[in-house]
């Protein structure tokens, strides 16, 4: 990138070292909103639809064919 400046560098090389560090270390960025997380997601399970929390696969009929074969 040739073509960058001395301030576009000085943004662009901190934003590149955060990016590489939560490449490597994510856990530094995920552990302190694990709590924050759980209290989110036990909120939605209250508000949570009784219908849409239990979606099962309807049982499908056999089809016949044209040659007489059922699938």
């Given at each position: 990138m040739p073509d960058l400046?001395?301030?576009?560098?000085a943004m662009?090389?901190?934003?590149?070292?955060?990016?590489?560090w939560?490449?490597?270390y994510p856990e530094t960025f995920l552990a302190p909103m694990r709590k924050d997380i759980a209290a989110l997601d036990a909120r939605l399970a209250?508000?949570?639809p009784k219908g849409d929390a239990d979606?099962?696969?309807?049982?499908?009929?056999?089809?016949?064919?044209?040659?007489?074969?059922a699938r």
């Open positions: 400046d001395k301030r576009e560098w662009m090389v901190p934003l590149a070292a955060v990016v590489l939560m490449g490597v209250q508000a949570r979606v099962r696969m309807a049982a499908i009929a056999p089809v016949a064919h044209e040659n007489g074969s």
